[in-house]
């Protein structure tokens, strides 16, 4: 069963989002404990939609759907509007380098990548749509 949330790009429905992919685990059974790599996955998602995919005059809505199944676990989707952007195009960091020859920024989506069993990024009809896949065990 998908459970799909629609709420505008904005910094105060980060918990909503949060919160609904909560819910709807509590609603599966699984403890929600098992949830903080997809919780924190999503959240570095989330804030960089609403930090970045919109103009400041003009914030778009996220489209968040989460889905149960055996096979894979949870399924996330992530949909915006927003400007064209594949987080996942950009070279994974360098852990070996000290923090300061690393640079700012990449960190998020490195870990993105390596919480998750699954990440796609797809462009499709003027949507950005980051679907993210975390499987557990039944």
Request: with cysteine; charged share 25%.
């Amino acid at each position: 069963m998908n459970k799909t949330l629609v709420l505008s790009a904005r910094l105060e429905n980060l918990e909503a989002f949060l919160a609904h992919i909560r819910n709807s685990a509590t609603d599966r059974g699984l403890d929600v404990k098992l949830l903080y790599p997809v919780e924190l996955s999503l959240e570095e998602v989330l804030v960089n939609i609403i930090s970045y995919a919109y103009p400041e005059e003009k914030k778009g809505n996220i489209e968040l759907t989460c889905s149960w199944d055996s096979q894979h676990g949870v399924t996330i989707k992530v949909v915006d509007y927003g400007a064209a952007f594949d987080p996942l195009a950009k070279p994974d960091p360098d852990t070996n380098l000290s923090f300061y020859e690393r640079g700012i920024g990449g960190l998020g989506i490195f870990l993105t990548k390596k919480m998750m069993d699954e990440v796609v990024y797809e462009r499709s009809h003027d949507k950005n749509i980051l679907t993210m896949i975390k499987q557990y065990p039944r």
